[in-house]
């Protein structure tokens, strides 16, 4: 009996021992692990605790972050915003076979997520958000099947969702929102019915939304907005009743908003905002008592604006704006008494508006602008004091102004422009403290501007133009030292223009003109350094123009002076503004010679200095070559409607006799001086030029010559050396704008270098184009963009120079036919997403963006590889925000977007027409030409029948397969984008996401294809 409880005892010591050593040993095994992944972070001071000296028995477990359970196995890892910089490759997740909790949220971790994540079977939760985590979700992630939550929000993963996320059907929380994920909802997600909070926001997801969706019952919140998702919303969405948030906004979802949202009834969020849903907003939303937050704006929704909706009492804020609603306004409205804003903007909606709108006091944000609405403004807004902004404009209101307004405390902007408003401008606005924009244009307004509006010292925008306004511009206006925009224009107004304007140290945007005003302009306009555009024209202005006019360095837009009484000559000082881009001086009594300095004005489109009195020649600048100088009877030059200035020698006969006998006289006299004298200086220059030569290299190595990729070796000699100053057998091709070289340098470098053209005065060279590539290029950071290297600025010549792109524009290869051949079709779709993931960069990630203006096949180059690279940025433009962004036609022929031809207007939208072009020109393998007028025409019989099989490149065999699908998404793509509206052209973001995404099929087969189809076809 003793020996068996002795045997006991040594077998249960035995047990124990064993676990120990194996407990150590699974200590040592993660403690190991945890420190091999140490080792490989770019920072380890944040995990200064992990080291083996403060291991106890070789455990981790009380080291940062890291928990253990009672066998001492490592359960948790809590690592979030320790600042810990690295990739998860080294990170040995099998070593961790209890890990429950993993948290690495709010670092800097990069690279792609380990398939090997798969390993941790036990995980519970797992947070990677926050982070700089690139590359695809793996497919392992669907080994984690108990896992309950599970967020890779805010990285920059990429690739489609994995349709084993399936697999997770304990997950309650999924977050992927704030990533580059691309493709469709895997319909798997139906599988996990225990789900309660989804978000897939802010991707680039692409397909419709699958009905599978409408299995997540225990769903509460919904977050798929920001996407380009497609097709109708399910009617399975009425099914998820426990949801409580529900956001589909900023997608492309089509066809009627399903009556069975009405089964939400615990709804409190519904975002449908920035789609394409069309017919009327359903009547069952009248059930969902609960909901606070209803946007569906910039849709295509049409009927009127159901009564019903005033039974959401809890309705907080109502955003239908930018639809095609029509019918008045429910007089019910006024019972939504917690309502804050009310946005209806941009409709058809009509009739009078229900005097107690504000009947509860607590709107905020009130606007109906440009629809039809006619009647008086309601006067419960009077005593609405939460208002903050208010935009009526562009109705036809009527009333009188000063009855209609109170005193608001917290009115921050208000617009009632374009209406039919009369009366007179209150004082009382003066006391609305917060204001800061106040726009009452284009209405019946007869009073003076009443002084005390000088008061509103938070005022950034005044804008009283096109009403009956007179007297005087109040002199206290000077007080208001924010003000941005000061637009009086269109009235009555007389007297001087008051000297205290020059104290709007701020001031951007003044706008006096088509007034009565009298008197010199101030000189003190000088001071306002800000100002970027100025119009005083039409008025009764004297004097001269003041110099100190020319030391508004932002002025960028416009100068209009015209239509007064100035005179004097023109001040050279109005050259110092290189950025202006139009000058109207016109119709008044200026005298004198145009001073050359007006030639430096490099950004000028629009130069109009007709009917004065000035004389002499024009300078020879492009500007001055198109602009319009009619009614100077002195004025001589290269312009329409004037002389040349050759044509104006002297006529009178008793000159010319006189002329004649000087003549016979001096010239043999002259003749023989001449000949010494240019024997002496052959000699002179022949000895000197050698010299000169190396001098003028010195001096443009010194401080005009920039290159920025390199050692700083290279220098300009190094450059007319590789070239032998620029001699023709270096030349590879030619543009608008100059010749463009191949350089073999010293170092083995080959570079490409654009000289670019002197103009016809053969000193100065077009500096407009090259600032303009210049700027643009330093800017720029892209694969698929050509990469300026530097440039060198001289008076002899200017040029860029950049990397060598082996194969040339792709204009030539297309017309080559050994070239052609070679590029086949993969290589073909990949030229047009390249171009299209290029002009995405420069439109949407670069502030400002940047319009490139001349996309055309000479501006393509390939590189050895067939990858594209865009080229050739002498037109390019930067958007500029608050700007007109005016151009002068510029582009090549065929490519330029046809509004651009008559507005003159800088959008986004001409680089997206030019690139529909380039597309068809890549699949066709020539210029499209008339076939786009032909598809764009409803009448044209050859337009609706032409087949895609047709039109495709006939030195290539049709694509077949995935290569096919790919080709007609370019087509779908190109065809969209050479809409002759520039508003339904899409977004070069869209474009690029779609060839990002998984290329979805076309539901017919390839050689049935017909180019009126793809124009309607939804990719």
Not at 133 to 147: Q, R
Not at 220 to 235: A, V
Not at 577 to 595: A, F, M, R, V
Request: charged share 15%; with cysteine.
């Amino acid at each position: 009996m003793a020996l068996e409880k002795s045997l006991s005892l040594f077998s249960l010591l035995l047990c124990f021992m064993m676990l120990s050593c194996r407990s150590t040993t699974a200590n040592s095994v993660e403690a190991e692990a945890l420190l091999g992944w140490k080792a490989s972070l770019l920072n380890q001071a944040p995990l200064n605790s992990w080291s083996l000296h403060n291991a106890t028995n070789k455990s981790p477990c009380n080291w940062r972050g890291i928990a253990c359970n009672h066998q001492g196995s490592v359960t948790q890892i809590n690592l979030t915003g320790v600042g810990l910089p690295g990739k998860l490759y080294n990170f040995k997740f099998s070593s961790f076979p209890k890990l429950a909790n993993l948290d690495l949220s709010n670092n800097t971790l990069f690279g792609p997520i380990p398939s090997t994540l798969g390993n941790l079977s036990n995980l519970v939760t797992l947070y990677l958000y926050n982070n700089k985590l690139s590359g695809p979700i793996p497919k392992e992630i669907g080994y984690l099947k108990h896992l309950v939550e599970l967020d890779m929000s805010d990285n920059i993963l990429t690739g489609s969702i994995p349709s084993t996320i399936g697999n997770l059907t304990n997950l309650v929380t999924l977050y992927l929102h704030i990533n580059n994920l691309s493709g469709p909802i895997p319909e798997e997600i139906g599988y996990l019915k225990n789900m309660g909070d989804l978000a897939m926001s802010d991707n680039i997801l692409t397909g419709s939304i699958p009905s599978t969706i409408g299995n997540l019952t225990s769903l509460t919140h919904l977050y798929l907005g920001n996407n380009s998702l497609s097709g109708p919303i399910p009617k399975e969405i009425g099914d998820l009743k426990n949801m409580v948030e529900l956001d589909m906004y900023y997608n492309i979802l089509t066809g009627f908003i399903p009556s069975a949202i009405g089964n939400l009834t615990n709804l409190v969020t519904l975002y449908l905002n920035n789609n394409n849903l069309s017919g009327p907003i359903p009547e069952e939303i009248r059930y969902l008592k609960n909901m606070a937050n209803l946007a569906m704006s910039d849709n295509i929704l049409t009927g009127s604006i159901p009564s019903t909706l005033a039974d959401l009492k809890k309705l907080i804020i109502l955003s239908l704006f930018e639809n095609h609603l029509s019918g008045s306004l429910p007089q019910e409205m006024p019972s939504l008494i917690n309502l804050e804003r009310l946005e209806l903007a941009e409709n058809n909606l009509s009739g009078y508006l229900p005097q107690q709108i504000c009947q509860g006091r607590s709107l905020k944000h009130f606007s109906i602008s440009n629809n039809q609405f006619t009647g008086p403004i309601p006067k419960s807004l009077r005593n609405c004091t939460t208002l903050i902004r208010v935009r009526l404009e562009g109705n036809q209101l009527t009333g009188n102004l000063s009855e209609d307004y109170g005193v608001y405390p917290n009115l921050t902007y208000i617009d009632l422009s374009y209406n039919r408003l009369s009366g007179e401008l209150s004082p009382s606005w003066a006391k609305c403290q917060n204001l800061s924009s106040l726009k009452i244009s284009g209405n019946l307004i007869t009073s003076k501007i009443p002084s005390e509006l000088g008061q509103s010292i938070q005022l950034r925008v005044l804008n009283l133009s096109s009403n009956h306004l007179v007297g005087e511009i109040p002199k206290e206006f000077g007080s208001l030292k924010y003000l941005l925009d000061l637009s009086l224009n269109g009235n009555q107004l007389s007297g001087r223009v008051p000297l205290e304007i020059g104290k709007l140290s701020n001031l951007e945007i003044l706008d006096l003109s088509e007034n009565n005003l009298s008197g010199s302009i101030p000189e003190q306009l000088g001071d306002c350094s800000k100002l970027r555009y100025l119009k005083l024209n039409r008025n009764h202005l004297n004097g001269s123009i003041p110099f100190q006019i020319g030391n508004l360095a932002d002025l960028q837009n416009v100068l209009d002076l015209s239509s007064n009484l100035l005179t004097g000559e023109i001040s050279p000082q109005l050259g110092k503004l290189h950025t202006l881009e139009i000058l109207n001086i016109s119709h008044n009594k200026l005298t004198g010679t145009i001073p050359t300095s007006l030639a430096d004005m490099v950004s000028l489109t629009s130069i109009d200095l007709s009917y004065n009195n000035l004389v002499g020649s024009l300078p020879n600048s492009k500007p001055f070559q198109q602009g319009t100088f009619v009614g100077n009877k002195g004025l001589c030059g290269k312009a329409q409607g004037l002389q040349p200035c050759s044509s104006t020698s002297i006529n009178n006969g008793e000159h010319k006799k006189r002329d004649k006998a000087i003549i016979s006289i001096v010239l043999p006299l002259l003749s023989a001086l001449f000949i010494l004298f240019l024997v002496f200086c052959i000699s002179f220059i022949f000895c000197k030029r050698r010299g000169n030569e190396k001098e003028e290299r010195n001096e443009m190595n010194k401080d005009l010559f920039s290159i920025w990729n390199w050692d700083g070796c290279i220098s300009y000699e190094d450059i007319i050396d590789a070239t032998e100053d620029f001699d023709d057998k270096y030349c590879i091709g030619e543009g608008g704008y100059g010749r463009v070289y191949r350089a073999a340098l010293p170092t083995g470098q080959v570079i490409a270098i654009k000289k670019l053209h002197k103009l016809e005065d053969g000193d100065k060279i077009d500096q407009r184009s090259f600032i303009n590539e210049v700027r643009t290029l330093t800017e720029i950071r892209n694969r698929n963009i050509v990469k300026l290297h530097g440039f060198c600025s001289h008076r002899r010549c200017m040029f860029l120079v950049y990397e060598y792109i082996e194969r040339g524009n792709l204009a030539n290869i297309l017309s080559s036919e050994e070239g052609a051949m070679e590029l086949d079709w993969v290589k073909r779709v990949n030229i047009i997403k390249a171009v299209a993931h290029s002009l995405s960069y420069m439109h949407h990630d670069c502030a400002p963006p940047i319009v490139h203006l001349d996309i055309s096949s000479k501006n393509v180059l390939l590189d050895s590889e067939f990858e594209a690279r865009v080229s050739d940025f002498g037109t390019a433009r930067l958007l500029m925000p608050d700007s007109s962004n005016w151009t002068e036609l510029a582009g090549t022929h065929g490519y330029v977007a046809p509004e651009l031809a008559y507005t003159m207007r800088v959008t986004e939208k001409c680089d997206v027409y030019s690139f529909g072009v380039l597309a068809l020109e890549v699949i066709m393998g020539r210029h499209p030409g008339d076939i786009i007028s032909s598809l764009l025409s409803s009448s044209s019989e050859v337009g609706q029948n032409l087949q895609l099989k047709d039109v495709l490149d006939p030195r290539l065999p049709n694509p077949e397969d995935q290569v096919g699908n790919e080709v007609v998404l370019a087509v779908s793509m190109a065809l969209a984008c050479i809409n002759a509206n520039p508003q339904t052209r899409p977004p070069m973001q869209h474009i690029s996401g779609k060839f990002s995404a998984r290329t979805p099929s076309f539901p017919k087969p390839f050689h049935t294809i017909e180019m009126s189809q793809l124009m309607e076809f939804q990719v």
